[in-house]
């Protein structure tokens, strides 16, 4: 801590907030927006509201690969836009600190959120998207414990039809019971019962017990003239469970592989072509994702910086577009390699050349060319496009009125004042 001095300390304070508030809200409005749809599936689908948050906690690590870059970028931003406004940039660089020795900190942190944006895309990521297919999966085929919905039949083995009235005590208690049961021979079973419970067995995991009280058993089937009618006290219907089926092992998509498994599958010339692509894409699409936050502090500086004698955040506005755009540009680039419509390493390095070079021509702009304004240019456009609305609407005029009206006001008041008066505007 001896080598950062008081300034690095300051511009740390002036960083860290943001940045931290940025990550927190990007995160939370992803996770908002998928949480709606997760509740939707799982009370379709009639599974337990509790795996929602299973689910989201694993589509974290898949957001926080863009709300970290957005973050940082942000955070630095947000402090040399307030060092800019309040005149304090201006004496630190008239006391000999240039851009590149104020960004010592924002480097720090940048190198320590790329070590963590490593880990999250080359490792956590690929897991938890594996996780998070595994749990639509039991969803869907009831291993996580689906209830029967009540008010409504539930098939079960195809031969088997059972609707329950209401449930009670957390569904331990069940109430107007009907089954309906058929056999290969065609004969049917039509049970009704005032009330029931689910009952496991030991001997077999893979059948329950529904244990009926005060009902009826109506038995029909080809072989009888008339219908037979049993009243009974109580009855165990046994029910056997369908057999769930095991989820494919990690690896069926290219975003659950981790790094080194897609160096080991991208470059083998002995698997197919297909598979090639689609691995050396996705192995591409993470590296320049992370390797694109070295250029942040530098697009953070260039953009967070107005003219003077303007307070202008276009900047925030254009930079903020500009990192969203590319990561989709690398998300077509992505696809089109996976493809093999392009060479998956120009598909994505492409563009990351391209946009590393406009970063530092935008930063070499601001740092060393006196009176240089990379975004000048889009600040007079912004400027025009703002008076013209003004005057579209009829805000410049009502200003006016209002001048001359206060104006005016002022001018009756002098003349109404005895000689020697002064008043205070």
């Given at each position: ?124 990521q690929p897991l938890s ?43 331990r208690e069940l109430r ?250």
């Open positions: 801590m001896k080598s950062f001095t008081a300034i690095d300390r300051y511009i740390a304070r002036l960083v860290i907030v943001p940045m931290l508030a940025t990550f927190v809200l990007a995160a939370s409005l992803l996770v908002l927006d998928k949480m709606l749809r997760l509740f939707d599936v799982v009370a379709t689908e009639g599974g337990p509201v509790g795996i929602v948050f299973k689910m989201l906690a694993n589509l974290l690590p898949e957001y926080a690969s863009l709300a970290i870059p957005l973050g940082l970028l942000m955070g630095i931003l947000f402090a040399f836009r307030k060092l800019a406004t309040s005149s304090e940039l201006d004496v630190m660089r008239a006391v000999g600190l240039g851009y590149t020795r104020l960004l010592r900190v924002p480097y720090v942190l940048t190198i320590l959120l790329m070590a963590l944006n490593f880990a999250n895309v080359g490792y956590l998207a594996y996780y998070y297919e595994q749990l639509g999966f039991e969803l869907r085929s009831g291993a996580l414990g689906a209830s029967i919905k009540v008010g409504e039949f539930t098939t079960l083995k195809d031969r088997m039809a059972l609707r329950i009235e209401s449930s009670r005590d957390g569904g107007g019971i009907f089954a309906r049961v058929a056999n290969e021979k065609g004969q049917v079973l039509s049970i009704s019962a005032r009330s029931g419970r689910f009952l496991a067995t030991k001997d077999s995991p893979d059948t329950i017990i529904l244990h009926l009280s005060d009902g009826q058993i109506v038995q029909d089937g080809p072989n009888l003239k008339t219908p037979r009618v049993l009243t009974f006290s109580s009855h165990d219907l046994p029910i056997d469970l369908p057999k769930i089926e095991q989820f494919r092992r990690r690896g069926g998509k290219e975003k659950e592989y981790i790094l080194p498994e897609l160096l080991k599958l991208g470059w083998n010339k002995q698997l197919p072509q297909a598979l090639r692509n689609e691995t050396q894409a996705s192995f591409s699409f993470r590296m320049v994702e992370v390797v694109m936050m070295l250029l942040l502090p530098l697009l953070a500086v260039a953009m967070a910086i107005p003219p003077k004698r303007s307070t202008s955040a276009l900047g925030v506005f254009v930079s903020i577009v500009m990192v969203v755009a590319y990561h989709k540009v690398n998300q077509y680039g992505q696809d089109i390699g996976s493809l093999g419509r392009v060479d998956p390493l120009l598909a994505l390095w492409g563009p990351f050349a391209v946009f590393a070079a406009l970063i530092v021509w935008m930063y070499w702009r601001v740092a060393y060319v006196p009176g240089g304004q990379p975004i000048s240019g889009l600040e007079k456009a912004f400027a025009v496009i703002v008076r013209f609305l003004r005057k579209a609407t009829g805000v410049d005029r009502r200003n006016r009125r209002r001048a001359a009206a206060g104006l005016a006001l002022l001018a009756a008041q002098d003349d109404q004042a005895p000689a020697g008066a002064v008043h205070a505007v």
